[in-house]
């Protein structure tokens, strides 16, 4: 058992990493439903929650069925931290993560994202702002530190943990790394290894396999995974780990009926969150990651993102369900690097 504050996460934890533009309501359904243990909303800007911008009020949009979930938060100013802790206390998720981690150009010139790993001191006074701010178990998502140089996430832990978080996610890369080499988890060991640590520490950074799940467990001793880029059109990963976890072999890749049922669910719950017209166009740059390694199937793709009603992608699901009805998936080539965000 792994405990944030009171939130008591099942013996290994594999968490649904928070991602911009992806990881909203009916993506989480759906990672939910295939083994995700604790979901995070897309990272939400305090100065927009303040202003009431529609678009970041519309992310703290959670739903009982999601459980545990987190909000994240993102900012470089105090008092806007502060207050957005109290606006994420009112919608009640089960806690408030704030990010530190985010390397994106228009996030870190602003003073937020990973641009506070280069002054601890601040990154101390925006997470005491919000842990002050909320009754929620207040967690941190970030990287090592600002780039190669500057690795701190060893100092980091400790004046977090010193402020009151009840647990820290550490993406094994710098910001100057963006995405790009291999994340280094001997950092996040050694935050691990910390005799003066005692919240969770949960690992990120390039788990795309059930093997790789378990390696980098065993060897890393972290306290959980958590999972971004390896989910997208692909939530079945989770179960898929916890299987290989407990018994050491693989589960079949899912065949066309499954994914096609996760397609719908994916569909319907962005139609019903979104609206028709939104939820329609949306869902369209889903399909491809859902239906990669299918022979032929750009036909039904190009047909999938024309149509405009959902009577006409059910079934053309239908008939991609009845087209390859019997097919034998290859296990799942993750692209990694063609999943990562756009930086700049
Ligand atoms: C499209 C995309 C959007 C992301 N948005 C966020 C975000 O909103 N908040 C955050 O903390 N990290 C964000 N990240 C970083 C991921 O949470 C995660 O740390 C990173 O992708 C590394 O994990 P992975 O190798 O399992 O993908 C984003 C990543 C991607 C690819």
Redesign the pocket.
Known sequence: MVNIGPISLPGFPLLL???????DPPFRAVCKDNGADLM?T??ISSEGLIRDAIKSRQKLDIFDYERPIGI?I?GGDEEAMGISAQIVDTINPDLL?I?F??PVKKVVTKGAGAAVLKDIDLMVRLTAACVRSTKLPVTV?TRLGWDNDSINIGEVAERLQDTGIKALSV?G?TRAQL?KGQ?DWSHIARVKDNPRIRIPIFG?????SPEKALEYKNRFGVDGI?????A?GYPWIFNEIKHFMATGEHLPPPGIEQRVEVIRKHLHKSVEWKGLVPGINEMRRHYNNYLKGLPNIKEFRLQLVTVKTVEEIDYILDTIRKTYAGYAFEPRKVE?EK???NCD
């Open positions: 990493a928070p991602m911009e533009d992806v990881s995070y897309e990272f994240q993102f993560d990010n981690g985010c998502k993406h890369r995405y994340a990120n950074g390039d788990i795309d958590m999972i971004g880029r390896a997208i990694m999943m990562a965000c």
